[in-house]
């Protein structure tokens, strides 16, 4: 049974450019979380999806966009990318009727602005 | 949320017990406290969850005081490959929606030979 999966491991863009990274959420999951992590911090939660919406935001800008397809996986973008933006970004995925407190991550990107 | 408040490191040695303590003195009535634990460049894993008393699995045990206000984690024995950053988390649990966890800095636990 395959985990979350993340892809690419590993990214670098220059500011100003655009990037997509995409997550496989574990099997039978159906609801994306995705999370910044910079260097010596605790993953900031980003956004959250489940039935293809955005259900919950965190304190991102509108920068920070992202998409669940039919199958559950999900993509994040961040547009008009900073410096500040280079950071670990996690990708967890759970089942939305749980009532428990696990969720599952995945390994994450690490992207790196110039 | 309930702010948490827990040791930013801890230092220990192949073969010791280590005890992480978490304060959380707001807790709420509903609020459950969880654990995670993070190796560098991997995500978090999910290692055990409590309301009070004690509760344990194969990897740690969680113990919760009477009123609530702290929990600490128990490791037994660690060896080296349990060095990492811990993370204590309290909220309450998913109603109508996945549970969403809510990271503070954690506490980076240094195993030493």
């Known amino acids: 049974d395959a985990g979350v999966t993340q892809s690419p491991t590993h990214l670098i863009k220059t500011r100003g450019q655009q990037v997509t990274l995409r997550c496989s959420p574990k099997?039978?999951?159906?609801?994306v979380s995705w999370y910044q992590q910079a260097l010596g911090q605790g993953p900031q939660f980003i956004f959250q999806?489940?039935?293809?919406?955005?259900?919950q935001r965190g304190n991102f800008p509108d920068r920070f966009s992202g998409h669940q397809f039919p199958n559950y996986s999900s993509e994040l973008n961040v547009n008009a990318l900073l410096l500040g933006d280079s950071a670990l970004y996690l990708c967890?995925?759970?089942?939305?009727?749980?009532?428990?407190?696990?969720?599952?991550f995945g390994q994450g990107t690490r992207l790196t602005v110039v | 949320l309930a702010k948490t408040t827990q040791p930013i490191s801890m230092d220990s040695y192949e073969g010791q017990e280590v005890n992480i303590t978490c304060s959380h003195n707001n807790i709420a009535t509903n609020d459950y406290i969880t654990w995670y634990q993070q190796f560098p460049s991997q995500g978090p894993r999910f290692i055990i969850q409590?309301?009070?008393t004690k509760v344990t699995n194969e990897v740690a045990s969680l113990f919760i005081p009477a009123d609530r206000k702290s929990s600490t984690l128990s490791l037994p024995r660690v060896s080296l490959s349990d060095t990492a950053v811990y993370y204590c988390?309290?909220?309450?649990?998913?109603?109508?929606?996945?549970?969403?966890?809510?990271f503070g800095r954690g506490t980076s636990l240094i195993v030493h030979p």
């Open positions: 099997s039978g999951h159906d609801t």
């Open positions: 409590g309301y009070k």
């Open positions: 967890a995925s759970s089942l939305r009727t749980s009532v428990n407190t696990e969720a599952f």
């Open positions: 999806y489940y039935e293809e919406e955005e259900r």
């Open positions: 988390l309290v909220g309450e649990l998913p109603t109508g929606g996945s549970y969403i966890p809510t």
